[in-house]
């Protein structure tokens, strides 16, 4: 029986989720495309994170800052030192790399021969700035996010006047050279995250890591993740990442096992005090009722966006064997519901004209279609019968499908068919937009 990751990645590409970059070249290096559902989907995983995080939090300020940055940042940040890099071995035989750490046996899984010694490999993206390729015009591609926001530390304090406790949100592109990417959109080497780092006194540290580590997971219920998929794993000591001083996973239950979707770091000064020192720029922060200068810790929640994209898509990919609607056409298959949650769907609404051959059907459909695509995502859809087109739809989560048909014509009321409960209701045309923004 086909796993249900390969099911997903097959359903990913078919229905426009998620295609292989460069696909006509053979693809390219664990990069992705996300087709024309995907980007839906990635965007509306982002607004609900900007919105749970910068707009319904107090004290959280947005930033935008740039993926290349001086190279000094990560002399600083420890990403250039032996801090950002796994472990690598090489098969004496077969010349296949693997990371140490995700060898069950000290042998080469692909053939079975002999494994180097372990080598220091650097996950930082190298690039040239200007049009000379020598020692002075190397950078990199930021592997985190955050480093844009520690260095802009200082402008967000003054410009917002802010006062510690207080956070910086961001989203953005980051880069890493990871040696095994696998497991499709799970490990990829140009992936998007999703990071705020709070500000605080070093003496609140643990009540703030406590308090974010359970908004972090809360975020994840609201928004329909089944909760025993989801759970949160201290990092033991030894594993910890060069800045942190402790560390929560925030994993899901994939196919292939219990995977990390979120870290949640206490960074301690690390940051600020190794950016003060390497640019001379003082980033402690002056308390003005104790007169004292410190530099805050930093509390992090940091998640991948495609990560988090796979987790919501593998939670609400669902398949009803026999089929739900219990048609003949259907009974022998198996029909696939996508229950993402209604603020994540990519589509809200389809408008369907029963008919494509009556004009006046058609010209009624356009004219609703035209009215609510201008609230709510929503496509239009005339092809194949009402059947398949409603399987067509459940399989890509579209929450509402609107049967325009002959009674329409005479009494301005349409069927809305609702994805989860397939239950079906007769409204008023004009009452449509209400209805579905009440629902
Ligand atoms: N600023 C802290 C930081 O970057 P991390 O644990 O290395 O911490 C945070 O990464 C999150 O970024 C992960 O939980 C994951 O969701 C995402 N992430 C990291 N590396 C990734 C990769 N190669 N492909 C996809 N997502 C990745």
Known sequence: MEDKTDKIISFAKRRGFIFPSSEIYGGFSSCYDFGPLGVELKNNIKKAWWNEMTKMKDNIFGLDSSILMSPKIWQASGHLTAGFADELVECKECHHRFRKDFLEKNKCPDCGGELTDPKKFNLMMKTFIGPLEDEAAITYLRAETCQGIYVNFKNVLQTMR?????????????????????????????????????????KDA??????????????????????KKLRATETPKEELAHYARKAVDIEYKFPFGWKEIEGIHNRGDWDLSNHSKHSSEDLSYHDDETDKKYYPYVIETSVGVDRSLFAFLTDAFTEVEGGRTKTTESKKSV????????????????????????????????????????????????????????????????????????DSLEDNTVTVRDRDTMGQERVEIKKLINYIKEK
């Open 206 to 227: 643990d009540k703030f890591f406590d308090f974010w580590k359970k908004e972090r997971m809360n975020w994840y219920l609201s928004l329909g993740i089944d909760e």
């Open 162 to 202: 802010a006062k510690i406790p207080f956070g910086i949100a961001q989203i953005g592109k980051a880069f890493r050279n990871e040696i095994t990417p696998k497991n499709f959109i799970y490990r990829m080497r140009e992936f998007e995250q999703m990071e705020m780092q709070w500000f605080c006194n070093p």
């Open 335 to 406: 029909e696939t519901v996508l229950k993402l949650h209604k603020s994540l769907a990519p589509v809200k609404v389809a408008v369907l004209p029963l008919v494509k051959n009556k004009p006046k059907i058609v010209d009624l459909a356009k004219k609703v279609y035209d009215q609510l695509k201008v609230e709510f995502a929503t496509i239009y859809d005339e092809t194949g019968s009402i059947g398949r087109r409603y399987r067509r739809l459940d399989e890509i989560g579209a929450l509402f499908a609107i049967t325009i048909d002959f």
